[in-house]
């Protein structure tokens, strides 16, 4: 997340003002409960997937408890969600939020103009639109 004072950011901030750029990854062939433990750790609500013929792919705590409570030994590439949406990183974060609200998703990815990635949360976003409501 963004070291910028939470009064300075707004809904049309960009996105990239609230977004995560230090993001845990995972291999698709990574184990649920070696995931899980990882999510833990990190106080982490997603993970970005990696080795998966190069595209971007996203693990959430949905996929994961759905996952689990259907197969205790699943790994990443059985329920990692494929269709991933990436933002740009100037996208605002009405836009954002709309975009998610749209979607149906908790977590958007966000793609600097370097390639780097991030991943925002909808608790992310909260904050700042809830600022401009007064």
Sequence with gaps: MSHAASSDIGANSPI?????FDVATADAGDNLSS????????DIGAL???????????????DLVRSL?????AWAVD????????????TSIADAAETMLVAGV????IRRSDGSLGIASMRDLIGPLLDELG
């Design 69 to 73: 409570a259907e197969d205790t030994d």
């Design 16 to 20: 990239s003002a609230v977004t995560a």
């Design 48 to 62: 970005l997937i990696t080795g998966h013929n190069g595209d971007i792919a996203i693990l959430t705590e949905r």
């Design 79 to 90: 329920c990692m969600t494929r269709d991933v949406i990436i933002a740009d990183a100037d």
């Design 106 to 109: 908790r977590h958007l990815v």
């Design 35 to 42: 995931l899980a433990k990882t999510m833990n750790d990190n």
